[in-house]
């Protein structure tokens, strides 16, 4: 799949890791940029100029992935406009870091739903569409805790392990059709919600490289990986050596 001449939806790309993912689409080429926002309608201003800027047609679109109806009427959203939809990245991400026994039950069902919920939902409401354009691509933003979990962070380490078992699952279901499903599992990046975490002081101790990723660098191996026709199924980690 080319990036070149696409449609391409980012869901939480009015900041971080969306934001450079929306850009770099832009930059490669694509013809059209869903920027989704739930709450930043500012932030997903200044993406849609970013987007602009490189070369592409934003459609700012504010919708709460976590409730089917947004995300199915997001998907819509690009259908009307572009009549296709050919990329969806499932980025949209919460993290409130916690201890297990200080959580409410609303804590981890929040977590569940944004996160793996959200992602399931806009690809349920794209795939009938990838279908009748003949393939698509979707990609999951997980997380190394997916893979790795650590404390205060057993919910969202839960709900990323969730991600990456159904997206293996779905690109079995989904390869014939020429629709490849692959997640993106990055260790520390730098953005608003790894600063929410507080100390940094993890980042020196933790990550070999001994620095936390640009979103820039995460956005290039998704969209590398959208290119590349074999990624399908995989998990690509880039964490520095973090894992
Ligand atoms: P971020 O800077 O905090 O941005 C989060 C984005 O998600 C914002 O655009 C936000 O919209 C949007 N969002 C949140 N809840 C939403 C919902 N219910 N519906 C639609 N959009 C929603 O986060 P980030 O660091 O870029 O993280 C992006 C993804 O990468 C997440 O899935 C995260 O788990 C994953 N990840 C991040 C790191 C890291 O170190 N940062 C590491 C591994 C994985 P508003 O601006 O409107 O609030």
Same mark, same amino acid.
């Given at each position: 799949?080319?990036?070149?001449?696409? *449609?391409?939806? *980012?869901?939480?790309?009015?900041?971080?890791?969306?934001?450079?993912?929306?850009?770099?689409?832009?930059?490669?080429?694509?013809?059209?940029?869903?920027?989704?926002?739930?709450?930043?309608?500012?932030?997903?201003?200044?993406?849609?100029?970013?987007?602009?800027?490189?070369?592409?047609?934003?459609? &700012?679109?504010?919708?709460?992935?976590? &409730?089917?109806?947004?995300?199915?009427?997001?998907?819509?959203?690009?259908?009307?406009?572009?009549?296709?939809?050919?990329?969806? *990245?499932?980025?949209?991400g919460i993290l409130e870091p916690k201890l297990f026994e200080d959580m409410k039950p609303r804590d981890w069902q929040r977590m569940i739903e944004v996160h793996f919920y959200g992602a399931l939902n806009v690809a349920h409401a794209a795939i009938p569409y990838m279908k009748r354009n003949g393939g698509g691509v979707i990609v999951n933003i997980a997380s190394v805790l997916g893979l790795r979990p650590e404390p205060e962070a057993s919910h969202y380490s839960a709900a990323k392990a969730a991600l990456i078992a159904w997206t293996i699952a779905v690109a079995k279901e989904l390869a014939d059709y020429n629709i490849r499903v692959f997640a993106v599992a990055p260790g520390g990046v730098d953005t608003d919600m790894t600063r929410a975490w507080g100390d940094m002081d993890w980042v020196e101790e933790q990550i070999p490289l001994r620095r936390l990723a640009k979103p820039e660098e995460v956005a290039k191996i998704v969209l590398d990986a959208v290119e590349n026709p074999y990624v399908s199924g995989d998990v690509l980690t880039i964490s520095g050596g973090l894992l």
């Open positions: 799949m080319r990036v070149q001449g696409s *449609v391409v939806l *980012v869901t939480g790309s009015s900041r971080g890791i969306g934001r450079a993912v929306a850009v770099e689409a832009a930059r490669r080429g694509a013809k059209g940029v869903v920027v989704n926002y739930v709450s930043r309608r500012d932030a997903a201003e200044e993406t849609a100029r970013l987007v602009k800027e490189a070369g592409a047609v934003p459609l &700012v679109v504010r919708a709460d992935v976590s &409730v089917y109806e947004e995300a199915r009427k997001l998907v819509e959203a690009a259908i009307e406009k572009w009549g296709r939809l050919d990329v969806v *990245v499932n980025n949209a």
